[in-house]
């Protein structure tokens, strides 16, 4: 099953805003609002930054904000910070109970 | 707080069966609306969804690898196991296993997940 479409890199400088695409099809992104992004440092396991579109877990700051326009998700990160340098991956259920995957962004906070 | 942990060998040879176990801490396996999952991360690549499973018996697989995959889950040792079978060296990856949370049976998200373990599949 194809990926979702997401954007190899992004950057930004430290306190801009930042937005990573995420382009799936009326199957996945645009038929139910579950999607979710992930944070993932070198090294370690994805951290669950966003999930149903726009939820933010306990914990994760409010400079991370999600939104959905039909096919398109969206992740915003305001307030760079350098901490934020990351692969981001969205995600989104796909009838019937299946789960896709972005090819995931390097986010890099210049 | 929920822990997961994952479990097996570090090596597997082309054509044999690759078999991992996760280990849940700090929550019981038969949750209402906890579903487990696996997931895996070639080296230097995206991250692929393999499979959820939840204690009832529904289980949900990935289209490209549902023919070689069976996802089970261990109410009695609190753990969920992923074998995949007839292996080649492009299922070398990092495994995560990961808890979901769904009301409405549409798992999707993950979280939290366990840190990973590189299976390498050669000769």
């Known amino acids: 099953q194809s990926a979702l479409t997401q954007p190899a890199s992004v950057s930004g400088s430290p306190g801009q805003s930042i937005t990573i695409s995420c382009t799936g099809t009326?199957?996945?992104?645009?038929?139910?609002?579950?999607v979710s992004w992930y944070q993932q440092h070198p090294g370690k396991a994805p951290k669950l930054m966003i999930y149903?579109?726009?939820g933010r877990p306990s914990g994760i700051s409010n400079r991370f904000s999600g939104s959905k326009s039909g096919n398109t998700a969206s992740l915003i990160i305001s307030g760079l910070q350098a901490e934020d340098e990351a692969d981001y991956y969205c995600s989104s259920y796909r009838r019937t109970n299946t789960v896709i995957f972005g090819g995931g962004t390097k986010l890099t906070v210049l | 707080q929920l822990q997961l942990q994952e479990s097996g060998p570090g090596l597997v040879k082309p054509s044999e069966t690759l078999s991992l176990t996760c280990t849940v801490s700090g929550a019981s396996i038969s949750t209402t609306n906890y579903f487990w999952g696996w997931t895996r991360q070639p080296p230097g690549k995206g991250l692929e969804w393999i499979a959820t499973?939840?204690?009832?018996?529904?289980?949900y697989y990935s289209p490209s690898l549902e023919s070689r995959v069976t996802i089970s889950v261990d109410t009695s040792k609190n753990q969920f196991s992923l074998k995949l079978r007839s292996v080649t060296a492009a299922d070398t990856a990092v495994y995560y296993c990961a808890k979901s949370l769904s009301t409405t049976f549409h798992p999707n998200w993950f979280d939290p997940w366990g840190q990973g373990v590189l299976v390498t599949v050669s000769s």
């Open positions: 149903d579109v726009s």
């Open positions: 499973a939840y204690h009832g018996g529904s289980t």
């Open positions: 009326s199957s996945d992104v645009g038929g139910y609002n579950y």
